[in-house]
Nanobody
């Protein structure tokens, strides 16, 4: 059973930085392209970033505009999402997802496994 566990969320002040982590167990991590999505209150879940199985290609949503960085550490079975200079509009539940033998996708339907999410609340 593949499990994804996110961590690193919390209550943060606008302008601060944050790094979210997602650790995968129960599967061969290098077989999965990984993605991050977020869902703000009252809004639909939206794609943030994805990274290929090899880690050499990253994909970002248009709104990201260089504000987020996705990375992976296969030795730790972990994918990261880093955000510098958080804004109140970044407040959301952040979810990681795993796409078995995928290339990296912005479409939530391509992902086979999901974490429970970690809440990020940004106050000004």
């Amino acid at each position: 059973q593949v499990q994804l566990v996110e961590s690193g969320g919390g209550l943060v002040q606008a302008g601060d930085s944050l790094r979210l982590s997602c650790t995968v167990s129960g599967g061969t991590f290098s077989n999965y392209a990984m993605g991050w999505f977020r869902q703000a209150p009252g809004k639909e879940r939206e794609f943030v970033a994805a990274i290929s199985r090899s880690g050499d290609t990253a994909y970002y949503a248009d709104f990201v505009q260089g504000q987020f960085t996705i990375s992976r550490d296969d030795a730790k079975n972990t994918v990261y999402l880093q955000k510098f200079s958080l804004k109140p509009e970044d407040t959301a539940a952040y979810y990681c997802a795993a796409d078995y033998l995928g290339l990296g996708s912005s479409y939530h339907g391509d992902y086979d496994y999901w974490g429970q999410g970690t809440q990020v609340t940004v106050f000004s």
